[in-house]
């Protein structure tokens, strides 16, 4: 029902699908042996921004027409919602027997999420990078091909290489390289198919964040970009430089600490990958709020830990905050001149990654205290296994 009463909302009131568009024009200058990175999506002066690599994928959209290939990507985003609920649960370990049930309701409620309704709108690809991601997360770390799908989103949409360093540095050193040599492949490919926009995209397009949009923009829910509207400024120099860094340096050493943390956290990987995901969209120079469709693998964590009071009031926060849609309604003039009061609301999405960074940090600080201390390791191993910890039996 729920979707049903999207698809009629998108058709009364319209969706561009305009990133789709441009991935569309991609295709067939792929096809047509045009310049990649010289095109300009007509009507809209938008250019590509993705490796070339990613340009060849898109190759098939070129084959049908707009209005067939909207209904194609809605359908698409559609399934794929509902596996990245699916891989989503998986990760937070959630009970086998009511996965289903739980994966159909999920999958209408999160179409409401609006880093999820914008990736639909804009007929992104959003949630194809979260299922690669999570598809790799959920196996085993004795699965020889694990590495394969986060080397695959890299070489499509460069940010997913973090999760690559975060396995690196949890000690999965074998699914770490796959997924560098699955990067590097697929790179190759990218040459060997176009190398003038290979060599173009690596060596200029890639360190030119003009060609991905305006940083101040309302629609950027990075940290930087948030910076830039405290500021009103287009360009926070060393102020959103450092920023960036602290952030970026304290969300990746709470990753790091929580993925190694399974004897004395529960859910211990699924934890350092969210954190992993939410450091790799804090520091990103744009994460558009359609990036943020980790919000599902963070609410389903959520979810699944809503039984002490504290947790639900952040389950309850994290929904109110994805749900709300607020930012759109931010006077924001491109961003600058934003009024004080309108700060937060307009940027919304950076201050609670920080704040699910700062509350897991204490959270493991407190759970190795105790294992020092002597005071609660065994019974936080006992609780873990009880609970069917995934960080557990992942590693398996």
């Not at 959209?61 to 919602?81: E, G, I, K």
């Given at each position: 029902?729920?979707?049903?009463?999207?698809?009629?909302?998108?058709?009364?009131?319209?969706?561009?699908?305009?990133?789709?568009?441009?991935?569309?024009?991609?295709?067939?200058?792929?096809?047509?042996?045009?310049?990649?990175?010289?095109?300009?999506?007509?009507?809209?002066?938008?250019?590509?921004?993705?490796?070339?690599?990613?340009?060849?994928?898109?190759?098939?959209?070129?084959?049908?027409?707009?209005?067939?290939?909207?209904?194609?990507?809605?359908?698409?985003?559609?399934?794929?919602?509902?596996?990245?609920?699916?891989?989503?649960?998986?990760?937070?370990?959630?009970?086998?027997?009511?996965?289903?049930?739980?994966?159909?309701?999920?999958?209408?409620?999160?179409i409401w999420l609006e880093p999820v309704f914008t990736t639909f709108q804009y007929g992104q690809v959003n949630l194809g990078i979260l299922c690669l991601v999570l598809w790799d997360l959920t196996r085993s770390d004795r699965n020889r091909f694990k590495g394969v799908g986060i080397g695959l989103a890299t070489a499509i949409k460069i940010t997913p290489g973090l999760f690559a360093v975060y396995l690196l540095l949890t000690g999965r050193i074998r699914a770490a390289l796959l997924s560098g040599a699955t990067f590097l492949t697929a790179a190759l490919i990218g040459w060997a198919v176009l190398p003038d926009a290979t060599w173009g995209f690596w060596t200029k397009y890639l360190w030119d964040p003009s060609r991905v949009g305006v940083t101040v923009l309302v629609d950027n829910q990075s940290l930087r970009g948030a910076v830039c509207r405290l500021l009103d400024v287009n360009d926070p120099g060393l102020v959103g430089l450092a920023a960036s860094a602290v952030v970026g340096a304290f969300g990746l050493a709470v990753a790091v600490v929580a993925g190694r943390s399974a004897r004395v956290l529960r859910r211990a990987d699924a934890w350092g990958a969210v954190c992993t995901a939410l450091t790799a969209l804090l520091v990103s120079p744009i994460s558009w709020t359609h990036h943020w469709v980790w919000c599902i693998p963070l609410v389903a964590l959520l979810m699944v830990e809503a039984r002490t009071r504290a947790r639900q009031v952040l389950l309850g926060v994290t929904l109110v905050v994805f749900l709300s849609h607020v930012m759109w309604a931010v006077p924001h003039r491109w961003g600058r001149g934003v009024a004080w009061y309108w700060q937060l609301p307009g940027s919304l999405y950076p201050p609670l990654g920080v704040a699910v960074l700062v509350v897991l940090g204490l959270r493991v600080y407190r759970a190795r205290r105790r294992t020092v201390d002597g005071t609660g390791g065994a019974r936080a191993l006992a609780a873990a296994m009880a609970d069917r910890d995934p960080a557990l039996t992942n590693r398996a």
């Open positions: 029902m729920s979707l049903a009463v999207f698809a009629f909302f998108r058709h009364t009131h319209g969706a561009t699908m305009v990133d789709m568009l441009v991935y569309r024009a991609e295709g067939e200058a792929v096809v047509h042996g045009e310049d990649l990175y010289a095109m300009r999506l007509p009507g809209w002066d938008l250019p590509a921004t993705y490796p070339p690599f990613a340009a060849m994928l898109f190759v098939p959209s070129a084959w049908f027409d707009v209005s067939t290939l909207r209904v194609l990507v809605m359908l698409l985003n559609y399934a794929l919602l509902a596996l990245a609920v699916y891989l989503s649960l998986k990760l937070a370990g959630w009970a086998k027997q009511h996965r289903t049930a739980v994966v159909i309701l999920a999958t209408g409620v999160g």
